[in-house]
């Protein structure tokens, strides 16, 4: 089945360690999304990609960034991982810029 | 403002019960209109979506929603709720080429 893969679903880090989330898709879809999701909370768009072209939203940190190396796969980085930086994030594709595919999500804990 | 509103954080209803969950907008058009269901742990699964036509779309699992586009609402419906239903959904909206706006969403849990 077509699909939105992301791993590891559990990732543990250290406070200011670097850490990179991967996302893969079989969907072929053009668009991807990273959003960062706190408990109890919806999600947040952090920056998607349109083909190779990167959207950050104006009040994503500057510690989270993304790489597409290909339409496969999506990367978000985050350099200096923070306490406040614990959280799901989701990653989304989308063929059309209306409906989103959403991945498992990935669970960062910082320590 | 563009903004989602789900105006209930937790909703409580009996198994076998019926269930609405209630998500207005507020867009100077009429957006595309998403449900989302979310259980814990887990990344957000599409249960219907509104594009135009049919005001009264039918989803998976049984859900259904309706626009209505006086009241600017697309609240999202079920007969009967399963146990399993219990999770968190999100209504979403979203007009074409922009981002996709989520409302805070709503808890549902479902006592047998």
């Known amino acids: 089945d077509a699909m939105v893969i992301q791993n590891p679903r559990y990732q543990v880090t250290q406070f200011g360690k670097p850490v990179t989330l991967s996302c893969s898709q079989t969907?072929?879809?053009?668009?991807m999304y990273w959003y960062q999701q706190k408990s109890s909370q919806a999600p947040k768009l952090l920056f998607h990609?349109?083909?190779?072209?990167?959207?950050n939203e104006a009040d994503t940190p500057d510690n989270f960034q993304s790489r597409r190396p290909n339409t496969s796969f999506c990367f978000l980085d985050i350099r200096s991982p923070g306490l406040g930086d614990a959280a799901m994030y989701l990653c989304?594709?989308?063929?059309?810029?209306?409906?989103?595919?959403f991945g498992p999500g990935t669970r960062l804990t910082v320590l | 403002a563009q903004s989602v509103t789900q105006p209930d954080i937790h909703i409580t209803v009996s198994e076998g019960a019926s269930l609405e969950l209630r998500c207005n907008y507020s867009?100077?058009?009429?957006?595309?209109l998403f449900w989302y269901v979310q259980s814990p742990g887990q990344g957000l699964q599409l249960l219907l979506k509104?594009?135009?036509?049919?005001?009264l779309v039918q989803g998976i699992k049984g859900f259904e929603a309706e626009f209505k586009r006086s009241q600017s609402s697309f609240n999202l419906r079920k007969p009967s709720v399963h146990w399993s239903d219990a999770a968190e959904y999100f209504c979403?909206?979203?007009?074409?080429?922009?981002?996709?706006?989520f409302g805070a969403g709503t808890i549902l849990r479902v006592k047998s």
């Open positions: 989304a594709t989308s063929r059309d810029r209306i409906e989103q595919f």
């Open positions: 969907l072929n879809h053009n668009v």
């Open positions: 990609y349109y083909d190779k072209d990167f959207n």
């Open positions: 867009y100077g058009a009429t957006p595309y």
């Open positions: 509104y594009f135009s036509g049919d005001t």
């Open positions: 979403a909206v979203a007009l074409y080429g922009n981002k996709l706006v």
